[in-house]
């Protein structure tokens, strides 16, 4: 049976939720073997289904969005060579450097506009020439939806300006997607369309599509073998998940609509905010299912632990608080969070 800790709003991230019954029904039924041998049957065709959705020849499935972000640096980019990133974007500040750990890669941070996407002209600025004693520049990478900027949705002419500069270069693009659907939903369209032409993309199971486990890499098929093999290297390698693909199947068949209740949700929240003066909100607007805000008179880790003795968690993110919707929040848990938050400013 589902759970659902009692009395409690967890809004710290859309990685807290419950996988439904129906889901794990489909993992318990799923059809496995060893995969490393590729003859995991539910994984083969959880890897299907991921690159038919995003439009790309092949996937490979991984046990998280960090390491999908890194199996791609590592297939992109040489050691010594440089990673064009955005300033705030999550494969910098919250991977743990792992594509400088393991890879030797060197992070180059760019300013990005306030919706997390990189400036294009900074782009052009930041590839190294060919020639010379430069390091050579092995990829660039963007975020959508962006974390950091309020779980922004990028559009699609905002990518198409990035892509033309780097493919210009020869340069590949790899987007973080963690949270492609989100995107993709709140500009109504679809995924494919929406990362066309981007070389190679991670997307996440584990966030609002409410699986235990997983992310999916999806690009070209010789990509996606280089991927893979990285992927071994790092001890990704796994036997019977489809258990686990059974999962993603399941969401990816079930859950990508209903994160438009998500978006709802953090909009309702967003417009209730306003009217409590002792609260900054941090979000211009509310794209997705993610709202940061500060409050003005207490310090920000009081306001988290008093929320929390009120039955409701909140994320303490980059110095501000960050709440996410989910599967498992629904509008009246909304109501109930704005009381606590009025109440804890009392
Ligand atoms: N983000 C987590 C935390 O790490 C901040 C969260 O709660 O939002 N890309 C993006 C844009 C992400 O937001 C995350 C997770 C990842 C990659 C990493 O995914 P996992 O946690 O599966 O390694």
Same mark, same amino acid.
């Given at each position: 049976?589902?759970?659902?800790?009692?009395?409690?709003?967890?809004?710290?991230?859309?990685?807290?939720?419950?996988?439904?019954?129906?889901?794990?029904?489909?993992?318990?039924?799923?059809?496995?073997?060893?995969?490393?041998?590729?003859?995991?049957?539910?994984?083969?065709?959880?890897?299907? !289904?991921?690159?038919?959705?995003? *439009?790309? &020849?092949?996937? @490979?499935?991984?046990? /998280?969005?960090?390491?999908? +972000?890194? $199996?791609?640096? !590592?297939?992109?980019?040489?050691? *010594?060579? &440089?990673?064009? @990133?955005?300033?705030? /974007?999550?494969?910098?500040? +919250?991977? $743990?450097?792992? !594509?400088?750990?393991?890879?030797?890669?060197?992070?180059?941070?760019?300013?990005?506009?306030?919706?997390?996407?990189? +400036?294009?002209?900074?782009?052009?600025?930041?590839?190294?020439?060919?020639?010379?004693?430069?390091?050579?520049?092995?990829?660039?990478?963007?975020? +959508?939806?962006?974390?950091?900027?309020?779980?922004?949705?990028?559009?699609?002419?905002?990518?198409?300006?990035?892509?033309?500069?780097?493919?210009?270069?020869?340069?590949?693009?790899?987007?973080?997607?963690?949270?492609?659907?989100?995107?993709?939903?709140?500009?109504?369209?679809?995924?494919?369309?929406?990362?066309?032409?981007?070389?190679?993309?991670?997307?996440?199971?584990?966030?609002?599509?409410?699986?235990?486990?997983?992310?999916?890499?999806?690009?070209?098929?010789?990509?996606?073998?280089?991927?893979?093999?990285?992927?071994?290297?790092?001890?990704?390698?796994?036997?019977?998940?489809?258990?686990?693909?059974?999962?993603?199947?399941?969401?990816?068949?079930?859950?990508?609509?209903?994160?438009?209740?998500?978006?709802?949700?953090?909009?309702?929240?967003?417009?209730?905010?306003?009217?409590?003066?002792?609260?900054?909100?941090?979000?211009?607007?509310?794209?997705?299912?993610?709202?940061?805000?500060?409050?003005?008179?207490?310090?920000?880790?009081?306001?988290?632990?008093?929320?929390?003795?009120?039955?409701?968690?909140?994320?303490?993110?980059?110095?501000?608080?960050?709440?996410?919707?989910?599967?498992?929040?629904?509008?009246?848990?909304?109501?109930?969070?704005?009381?606590?938050?009025?109440?804890?400013?009392?």
């Amino acid at each position: 049976m589902t759970t659902k800790s009692a009395a409690l709003i967890d809004l710290r991230s859309d990685t807290v939720t419950q996988p439904p019954d129906e889901m794990r029904r489909a993992m318990a039924a799923a059809v496995v073997g060893d995969d490393v041998y590729r003859e995991d049957p539910t994984i083969n065709d959880l890897e299907i !289904l991921a690159a038919k959705i995003t *439009g790309k &020849e092949s996937a @490979v499935f991984v046990p /998280s969005g960090s390491m999908g +972000n890194l $199996v791609s640096g !590592l297939s992109w980019c040489s050691r *010594g060579s &440089e990673a064009i @990133v955005g300033e705030n /974007s999550h494969i910098l500040l +919250n991977e $743990v450097g792992a !594509l400088a750990a393991f890879g030797a890669v060197q992070m180059r941070p760019i300013p990005t506009n306030d919706k997390g996407m990189l +400036n294009p002209d900074e782009v052009r600025k930041t590839i190294r020439p060919k020639e010379g004693f430069f390091p050579t520049t092995g990829m660039v990478e963007i975020e +959508n939806t962006h974390n950091r900027a309020g779980g922004t949705a990028i559009s699609r002419s905002e990518i198409e300006e990035v892509l033309e500069i780097a493919h210009q270069s020869d340069i590949p693009v790899h987007l973080d997607g963690a949270r492609i659907f989100n995107a993709a939903i709140a500009q109504s369209m679809p995924v494919d369309e929406l990362v066309a032409n981007i070389d190679s993309l991670t997307f996440c199971l584990s966030k609002g599509l409410s699986c235990p486990v997983g992310s999916l890499v999806c690009g070209s098929e010789e990509f996606i073998n280089k991927a893979r093999k990285f992927r071994k290297m790092l001890g990704g390698g796994m036997r019977q998940a489809g258990i686990l693909a059974a999962a993603g199947i399941w969401a990816l068949n079930n859950m990508v609509s209903r994160l438009i209740e998500d978006h709802d949700n953090a909009q309702k929240m967003f417009s209730l905010l306003q009217n409590i003066s002792e609260i900054e909100v941090l979000n211009k607007s509310v794209d997705t299912n993610m709202v940061y805000l500060r409050p003005r008179n207490i310090e920000t880790g009081l306001f988290v632990s008093r929320l929390k003795e009120k039955g409701v968690l909140v994320g303490s993110m980059y110095g501000s608080v960050r709440m996410v919707t989910h599967y498992g929040i629904n509008s009246e848990d909304i109501d109930a969070t704005i009381e606590a938050i009025e109440h804890t400013l009392k």
